[in-house]
């Protein structure tokens, strides 16, 4: 999938915020490990959250390296020829190291920031988090200093001499689409839903 | 984002296969990377292909050990505690010691397989490979063996004292959506698009 390299933080920022989730990398004793989870930017700094006894946090706030990836797929690109074939995506790479976050309020601020990131304006409707649930919850922050990002976008790029080679080309879009919500029904009774969920769009 | 593992080859290989791309993670010095890459499925291995020249792919064919991630977001998950929010989602991980494909007719199944993934039925319209682009494109295999998925299903779990928070909770779904196609206007003539392109469905 050859695609452009863009190093703006404008570029880089803006594909961060609109995936709702990363994968993250890490090693154990040279084994990569890479886990889906849910992160989110506060300027320029990135925060991840898990459980206390998650050992992919425990790995990074050991002061490993690793790398938080985020991917938007935007297309099929459907060529003539089958070399040609690829995808229209956005992708974000963050190489670093991350620290774990200890200071109270910069934990609340980004555990908040990580369910904003989800849902806007989540944060202020939910119950939020107690002590208890608080000192369950590790927060990794990771600096968002090495990063890049790699962008396709348009269709096939054929070579000539398969101009006549009788099939369509083009690009399928393809988007995340969210459908009716569906309420909680182990617990009743539920309150109606607010714009918050009524109104979900993918972030952007 | 609490998930139940499921380790049965019937799970790990739908989700694989529904998957249009994966993520894909090596280390180089201990430092991880993950990059997206377009996979597919063959039986129990997984094959991935780049350019010869890909350092992704040189690492690999060197006999380093990697890691294959894929996830489906399914939706989100809505809780009344900030705490309990999470995602619905399936995701794999399969972790193994690749190997460069060299055997030609291997070769030429696994990037047909490739396009097909992507493309139910387009490897037998589009113009196949030639040898120039044999020679250009390294395939590596990975046997699923040492594979594991996660899924998470259904509404929040909220604590019972949340019962009256007075708030909605559920679940947001969510799906990959595929839009009308779009011709390539850079070249033409164009034949119009077979059932592959106006049929194309999200693998499952």
Redesign the interface.
């Known amino acids: 999938?050859p695609a452009r390299a863009r190093y703006d933080a404008e570029t880089i920022h803006a594909i961060l915020d609109e995936a709702?989730?990363c994968?993250?990398?890490?090693?154990v004793d040279?084994?990569?490990?890479?886990?889906?989870?849910?992160h989110a930017r506060v300027g320029d700094r990135l925060y991840v959250h898990g459980a206390v006894a998650s050992r992919m946090l425990k790995v990074l706030a050991s002061g490993?390296?690793?790398?938080?990836?985020v991917?938007l797929?935007d297309g099929?690109v459907?060529?003539?020829?089958?070399?040609h074939?690829s995808?229209n995506?956005r992708?974000v790479?963050v190489?670093g190291t991350g620290r774990l976050v200890e200071e109270p309020s910069e934990k609340l601020r980004a555990?908040?920031a990580i369910?904003e990131h989800?849902?806007h304006g989540?944060?202020r409707?939910?119950?939020?988090?107690?002590d208890k649930?608080l000192a369950a919850?590790h927060v990794l922050s990771l600096p968002i200093e090495e990063a890049s990002a790699k962008v396709r976008i348009g269709?096939?790029?054929?070579d000539e001499e398969?101009?006549a080679?009788?099939?369509?080309?083009?690009?399928?879009?393809?988007?995340?689409?969210?459908?009716?919500?569906?309420?909680?029904?182990?617990?009743s009774p539920?309150?109606?839903?607010?714009d918050v969920?009524t109104g979900?769009r993918r972030p952007c």
Do not use: K
Not at 155 to 158: L, S
């Open positions: 999938m709702l989730f994968h993250l990398g890490f090693a040279a084994q990569p490990f890479v886990v889906p989870t849910i490993a390296p690793c790398c938080v990836t991917t797929l099929l459907l060529a003539r020829s089958a070399f074939h995808m995506y992708s790479v190489l555990l908040e369910v989800v849902a989540r944060s409707e939910a119950r939020p988090p107690n649930e919850t269709g096939p790029i054929d398969d101009r080679w009788p099939v369509w080309a083009g690009v399928v879009p393809l988007t995340l689409a969210a459908g009716a919500p569906i309420a909680d029904a182990r617990m539920s309150a109606p839903p607010s969920v979900w």
